[in-house]
């Protein structure tokens, strides 16, 4: 970490509980972004490993959301590097770039549904650029197992304009975990959800974490949020990771700024 | 502008906001130079989006057809109403048709199509684009691995550039049919007799050069609508700015390329 302020920053680096072992998914080191005059983010550095659960905490505007952009080459990094699989996002060709993006679900804060089509052929658009040679009943399966996984098969024809928030979501996810990633970036899921929906939302990540044993970045100010799903969290002020630690830790931490954010 | 400024400083500052909107311009249209390149780049590249396209050419083409072909009917009967007049005066009421046929063939046809579509195809487009852009479905297709400027902006120029002139021929032909029912309120003419009489007074060089310049009045609607889309930023107020700059924009560069058509055709 860049910047340790926070007494938890000195304490051995937290490995979450469970299957997070091995090689980092995604390795960051000095990741520097701005944004014409504005220094969004001053040299992050971060490791998320296999099966973990990063939630990354941190006030509007403090780079959260273009940390996880910059995992997925929508933002470009002006210093550090940044490795997912292995691979060097910044070196990587167009194509190749792709390849690692099929590995990589991102969920977005509005779910991003294409509001031409329905659920149905939202499910249907990234199976049929990626999975050409799978059957047309194969494909209408995994779409229904998709939808089962988030309760929505009843939702299947309708238009996204007719969803809630919440199904939205839920719509989003399953239409982000149709190709199976083996990395999940969640940029603040539960957002202007009420507070029984973001409980569903929240146990929806654990339980997709379990059963298809994903790695994941999680961007929240839900509180509850990160504690039922984070491995490990992250608090980022002024683009610099100031404190990280387990969500009990951060909770008793010194640093009153840190623990404002569990009050 | 502060008022205490002598006219030394009020024209720095005038000349200077001028050039800062000359660099914008410029700025523009160096952009959509690039983005142009970039789906002649795109364009040859697999995989052919043939669905998107066929789609894109029904929304175009045939959602397009009553109001094209409307307003060409009406722009054929105002044409033959308003000249009938001064025809008469010459006694030259017979060469009405052919005047008719060359008018619309050679301008009113291709020039209304053209701007009906930058109003109805190419704020659409911006809008549609620009509303995909602020809400993320642009990015949630990049990062799916799916080439959204492949998938929407190749598709969408495409099927302008393919509609344009079968929409073109078609006001052409309406316009035509306008004015013979228009001639037919004062005089009585056979609608075989209006065309065989319209089409003696058309020549090649006033077909093939108004099919060719509608290829490229359909390109530009399709791309800058896609451009203006594509540029839009954060905020719901950006696609109100997309829609009505795509067809500001579009409209002007059909008038541009216009006059350069006829400029051309001229020389030929």
């Known amino acids: ?263 | 502008m502060p008022p205490n400024l002598n006219p030394y400083q009020k024209a720095r500052i005038t000349v200077t906001a001028r050039r800062s909107q000359l660099q914008q311009f410029f700025y523009g249209a160096g952009n959509l130079v690039v983005f142009a390149g970039r789906f002649f780049k795109e364009v040859v590249k697999p995989p052919y989006e043939w669905r998107e396209i066929f789609y894109q050419c029904y929304l175009v083409g045939y959602k397009s057809t009553f109001l094209i072909g409307l307003t060409a009917f009406i722009m054929g009967m105002v044409l033959a109403i308003q000249t009938r007049p001064s025809m008469a005066d010459f006694g030259a009421i017979s060469l009405i048709p052919g005047m008719i046929s060359v008018s619309v063939v050679r301008e009113i046809g291709p020039v209304i199509t053209a701007l009906i579509c930058c109003g109805k195809v190419g704020s659409r487009m911006g809008a549609e684009l620009g509303a995909m852009k602020v809400t993320e479905q642009i990015d949630a297709m990049e990062v799916s691995a799916i080439n959204p400027f492949h998938y929407l902006v190749v598709t969408r120029t495409l099927a302008t550039t393919l509609m344009l002139p079968l929409l073109a021929i078609l006001a052409d032909a309406i316009g035509m049919y306008g004015g013979f029912v228009a001639m037919n309120i004062h005089d009585t003419m056979t609608l075989r007799h209006f065309f065989v009489k319209a089409f003696a007074h058309l020549e090649f060089i006033d077909v093939f050069p108004a099919i060719i310049k509608t290829f490229f009045f359909g390109f530009v609607i399709g791309l800058i609508g896609c451009y203006k889309g594509y540029q839009a930023r954060r905020g719901t107020e950006s696609v109100g700015v997309a829609a009505n700059s795509a067809v500001v924009a579009s409209s002007l560069a059909v008038f541009i390329i216009d006059m350069l058509a006829a400029q051309i055709t001229d020389l030929l």
Request: with cysteine; aromatic share 6%.
């Open chain 1, 1 to 263: 970490m860049t910047d340790k302020t926070n007494d938890i920053m000195d304490t051995p680096r937290v490995l979450p509980a469970g299957e997070a072992t091995g090689e980092p998914v995604i390795s960051i080191h000095g990741l520097k972004k701005s944004f014409k005059d504005h220094e969004v983010l001053k040299g992050v550095d971060l490791e998320v490993y296999k099966g973990e659960n990063l939630v990354v905490l941190g006030k509007s505007g403090s780079g959260k959301s273009v940390l996880i952009k910059c995992l997925v080459g929508l933002e470009y990094p002006d210093e550090g590097e940044i490795k997912v699989f292995g691979q060097d996002i910044s070196q990587l060709k167009y194509d190749e770039l792709n390849a690692l993006r099929v590995r990589v679900g991102f969920l977005f804060q509005n779910a991003a549904l294409y509001d031409s089509m329905t659920v149905r052929e939202n499910l249907a658009f990234p199976l049929r650029k990626h999975k050409k040679t799978m059957s047309r009943e194969k494909k209408e399966s995994v779409i229904m197992e998709m939808l089962d996984n988030v309760g929505l098969v009843d939702s299947i024809d309708q238009m996204p304009s007719r969803l809630s928030g919440g199904q939205s979501k839920r719509i989003g996810l399953a239409r982000t975990l149709i190709l199976r990633p083996e990395l999940m970036l969640y940029d603040e899921p539960t957002t202007g959800l009420d507070t029984a929906t973001s409980h569903e939302i929240s146990e929806l990540m654990v339980r997709t974490k379990k059963k298809y044993n994903i790695s994941s970045i999680t961007i929240t100010h839900d509180m509850s949020c990160a504690r039922m799903t984070a491995d490990r969290i992250i608090v980022i002020k002024e683009g610099i990771v100031v404190a990280e630690g387990t969500y009990e830790e951060l909770e008793k931490s010194k640093d009153e700024w840190v623990r404002s954010f569990f009050n």
